[in-house]
């Protein structure tokens, strides 16, 4: 997914990131399809989530763009084992 946020926008998201507490965690499980739906829900629910590699630590820069890409939000930021996605609203939600 290609970048759809500013500069600014990102600036912004990142800083609200940095109060936020990982909702989920990458373990043993890794991209399961139960990971990816809570996921979906958490972001469907607060927008902006960050997330935890417990596990995976090697792989966490490939993985994380493909877990945007498969609940289709936007990878804000990865530092060292947490990474934050966002995905807004819809109109319906």
């Not at 500013?6 to 373990?27: D, F, N, V, Y």
């Not at 990816?36 to 590699?53: D, G, N, P």
């Not at 939000?73 to 807004?88: C, D, I, K, T």
Request: glycine share 8%; proline share 4%; no cysteine.
């Amino acid at each position: 997914m290609d970048s759809s946020l500013s500069g600014s926008q990102k600036r912004a998201l990142k800083a609200r990131a940095q109060l936020l507490e990982p909702a989920l965690k990458l373990g043993h499980g890794g991209m399961s399809p139960g990971f990816i739906s809570s996921l979906q829900s958490a972001l469907a629910q607060h927008e902006l989530v960050k997330i935890k590699f417990t596990d995976f630590k090697d792989e966490k820069k490939t993985l994380a763009p493909q877990i945007a890409e498969a609940t289709g939000s936007e990878l804000v930021m990865r530092v060292g084992n947490v990474a934050v996605y966002y995905r807004p609203r819809s109109a319906g939600e």
